[in-house]
């Protein structure tokens, strides 16, 4: 079985990577896939504190998949606008309507940058 690792650099404007990033596994040794109960990616998501320069990382096998989508489409549960770019929140689903209703869709806030801590970083990037 294949596994599809997907990297995502969160940019918010023109942001810098903090030299103190952190990568976090969505869903941890789960990964993600149909989720095992309705709030299963959004109990997961609120027990970390993303910062800019900080990853996500979506482990899954084929046929599963994952769009970044928008807030609407996000509670809606649709795929209406799938793959943009947002300035501050992210909106994350798999394509499957039925495993997004059933909880595989996750929402992040990636908090502002800490202007004294990140002086001295490198400018961040999105990555697909």
Known sequence: MQVILI?????VGILVKSVNSERYVVGEGYGWRSAPYPTYYED???TIKLKPGDELEF???????LLQIAKYDYYACSSNTPSRQYKDNYYFK???????INGQRLYVNVAPPNEDKDKDHQPGVLKN
């Not at 990297?7 to 940019?11: E, I, Q, R």
């Not at 482990?59 to 998949?65: G, V």
């Not at 798999?94 to 997004?100: A, I, K, Q, R």
């Open 7 to 11: 990297l995502l650099l969160f940019v």
């Open 44 to 46: 997961w998501g609120k």
């Open 59 to 65: 482990r899954f096998q084929k046929p599963d998949d």
């Open 94 to 100: 798999s394509s499957n309507n039925t495993n997004c």
